[in-house]
């Protein structure tokens, strides 16, 4: 008689058929939350408009003033130097202090906590609160935040520095830790020094953690605007020959809230035309970051 093989079952993954049941409401949340409003923001971009029954398509019009804008320009130009200098700042401090607590000092636990918990405290909060610092230490001197552009702007940049070290130490700490033990001992055995050891061996393999710190810390930098807003409001401001104002530290978030929410209601389509071209700005300037920091990652 000839043996018969037992036939296999073959059981079929519930997930390729009930799967869009659980992805379904995620996709849909979002396209209704995200993908909707985003091609609708691109499409007033290109109107005329008070409300968004009204609007009114007038092509690149909006584009052409907001680039036109002294304002918006100044705004641009002044978040590219707050974003380079607290970028470069936040990410050296934030790697130092990460560095010196996993080298087994007393009380690095606490030192942690102390020096996160100020990512926890809100941006408008953090803005009135060393606002009030400033202006006690400023007015010994007869001067005030708002009345000097250079103090509102090391200001700004003293205050990013104060809420985004402890955040981005603890993903450096988490790099730190992750460098294999036996790489650090192969180079003391051949005689690299500390130094030689950090730049050569530590730092490389720590790679992915400065590319998350230096993404974060650039796209904060360029988005900031709660901050912004609670500190120095745009002030001081200085008058343009033809009348209008330049608010000499006002970033870009905060010139396209004050361009929108302004006294000319006309110019809410030239806001939504600014937020696209600051939305592309902030895009392309994240994604060549990852591209060049991700090409110096070490594959451990």
Known sequence: MENKKPKLKIFKNPLRRWGWLFLG?????????????FIQGIYLSMCQFKTISNA?????????KALSDQSFRHSFVYTALFAIVSLVLINVLAFTVAYLLTQGIKGSNLFRTVFFM????????????????????????????????TFGFWGLIILMC???IGYMMIIYIAGLQAVPDDIIEAAKIDGATKTQTLFRVIIPNVMPSI?????LSLTNGFKLFDQ???????????????GSSIKTTEMLALNIFNTFYGSNSAS???????????????????LIQLGITRKREVQQ
């Open 25 to 37: 409401p995620m996709a849909a949340a979002f396209i209704i939350g995200f993908v909707w409003p």
């Open 56 to 64: 009114k398509f007038i092509g690149l019009d909006n584009y052409v």
């Open 118 to 149: 100020p990512n926890l405290i809100g941006g408008i909060v953090l803005g009135y609160i060393w606002s009030m610092i400033f202006d006690g230490i400023l007015s010994h001197f007869g001067t005030s935040i708002l009345m000097d552009s």
């Open 162 to 164: 104060w809420q985004q």
């Open 211 to 215: 590319t998350i710190c230096t993404f």
């Open 228 to 242: 912004n807003l609670a500190l120095t409001a745009g002030q001081p401001f200085v008058i343009q020959p033809d």
């Open 268 to 286: 809410s389509g030239q806001a939504q035309a600014k937020a696209v071209l600051f939305f592309i700005l902030v895009a392309a300037l994240g």
